[in-house]
């Protein structure tokens, strides 16, 4: 049996009533059973559309992003760096001492036949908008990795559309931005969706290892399955919710063509509710 499966596209699912297993349907026709569904397909999720999660929503600004490699290091200090110039984000963050994730931001053109779709017109567009900004961050550009770029519209998962609701059906949930997709002002998406994985995966465990009479390890039940989904989807909410709303206040301020009344509420609610600005990277989810 396959473990693993690339370059596989989800079209349909739905849900076995005999069973209670999950069944999907890929793009090339064969059919994937499972006793529990995990939603891990993005912010266009097909998953996050069965459970009856409410659309993205677009900023009306997109983003490039890619890495860079330096043979001899890059001598960065490990941290989440943020400039702004004129209308253009730039952010980088060390992946190890030879390899840089980042990205800028730009706005969103409407006519879709002005935005580069192959990755060199990407870069020598970006080089282009970033050539005012210092030689260090255009030298990142200029040697970015051609196949690790892209350039995406940015989306979010609106953060009262967070707060209440259902996600989840039958055995069925989601996780990293299949739930909540967001921009990446704060530099914590891909940490986010880790720890959706620690904290479900110690959920899961917990109902694996009961026991029954004569101490032989019980089958994961439906049951079991929805009350460790249930458990993940409570202990995870806040900080979905929180980390959420930070980002997009974020967005607004950095990125976002805001009038002076919601740029002064945005300053208001972030310095009420985060007063420490750096505390979410602080946030331990716990032990595996």
Known sequence: ????????????????????????????????????????????????????????????????????????????????????????????????????????VLQWTQGDAEMPKDSVSIRQMTIDITAGFSKDIVDMIEKSDLSSLSLTRLRYRAPWNLLSGNFRRETVTVAGDAWHVKGPFLGQGGSAALEDAIVLARCISKKIGDVDLNGSRMPLSAQKAIEALDEYLKERRQRVVLSSLLTYLRGLLLVEDSSILVRFLSILIISVMFRDPSSHTRYDCGKL
């Not at 059973?33 to 659309?55: E, F, H, R, T």
């Not at 860079?68 to 989440?80: L, Q, S, V």
């Not at 943020?82 to 253009?88: F, G, H, L, N, S």
């Open 1 to 104: 049996m396959e473990t693993i499966r690339f370059g596989c596209q989800v079209v349909s699912m739905n849900v076995e009533s005999s069973t209670s297993y999950a069944m999907l349907q890929l793009h090339d026709g064969s059919l994937i059973k499972a006793k529990v569904l995990i939603g891990c397909d993005g912010a266009n999720s097909v998953i996050a559309d069965y459970i009856g999660l409410k659309p993205t929503r677009p900023f009306t600004s997109c983003a490039v992003r890619g890495l860079t490699f330096y043979p001899n290091g890059h001598g960065f200090a490990p941290e989440f760096l943020r400039v702004r110039k004129d209308k253009y984000l730039v952010g980088r963050i060390p992946i190890d001492e030879k390899t840089v994730y980042w990205f800028v």
